[in-house]
């Protein structure tokens, strides 16, 4: 009996990964953007023409790049406004830590008491002083309330000063986001946009990002504010 040849282990070929694919939609038809590489050299994006023919040019990617910086430099927040509102979110910080503090404080005082009326009730109850029909009744409102403090408890222990600090963190990205970007490679920087949005559409001229929350909400005060103006008259990228 004649044997078939082993097949040969043929190393696979690994699907080669495009710094801004995935993040990119066609505005002409709602495709997906996907991108090729030309003269093993060249990187192209363009809309994946599925429903049809699309308008959308070839972007090279060093182009494509470009524009989506832009992105960044519409979040940008001014220095001096940065400032302000750090200041803002660490004095809601300290109010709140003050304010948690005092809760916590009443609810341990009130603990204490209600854990002090058991104990004292369950020794009446074992010295006679009362009914164990009034013991039940009594404890079984006072276990109640014992577990609701508890579980106050539990909730003000949850309670972080975090999500201060991540506000701070985000604003100081959003201040900084546009100066990273033009210093880092392609992967580098699209790594930056995917925390900031969460999908570009792009045609020929513009760009239509849609950022991630809290984002969106910079983006919408830095158009209302005039930041951007304020930012290109009178800021200088710096290498911190």
């Known amino acids: 009996m004649r044997l078939n040849p082993l097949p040969l282990n043929r190393p696979k070929q690994l699907k080669r990964r495009f710094a801004f694919g995935g993040l990119l939609q066609c505005a002409y038809d709602d495709c997906r953007g996907t991108a090729e590489l030309k003269k093993n050299r060249y990187t192209y994006y363009h809309c994946t023409g599925y429903r049809r023919k699309c308008a959308l040019p070839y972007m090279p990617e060093k182009e494509l790049g470009d524009r989506l910086g832009q992105i960044l430099k519409d979040i940008h927040i001014p220095d001096d406004v940065l400032a302000k509102l750090e200041s803002s979110l660490r004095n809601d910080q300290n109010r709140i830590e003050a304010q948690t503090k005092a809760e916590r404080d ?93 999908n570009c559409k792009v045609d020929a001229t513009a760009l239509y990002p849609t950022y991630r929350k809290p984002f969106d909400l910079i983006f919408e005060r830095t158009k209302k504010a005039g930041w951007r103006a304020r930012r290109e008259s009178n800021s200088r990228p710096s290498d911190s």
């Open 106 to 198: 009443h609810l341990t005082q009130r603990l204490a008491q209600v854990r002090g009326r058991i104990e004292r009730a369950y020794l009446d109850k074992l010295d006679g002083k009362i009914t164990k029909e009034f013991w039940l009744a009594r404890s079984e409102t006072w276990n109640r309330e014992e577990q609701q403090i508890l579980m106050a408890l539990e909730g003000l222990q949850q309670h972080s000063p975090d999500r201060i600090l991540d506000g701070v963190r985000i604003l100081e990205l959003a201040n900084k986001a546009y100066f990273l970007y033009v210093k880092q490679s392609p992967s580098e920087q699209a790594k930056l946009l995917r925390i900031v949005l969460s």
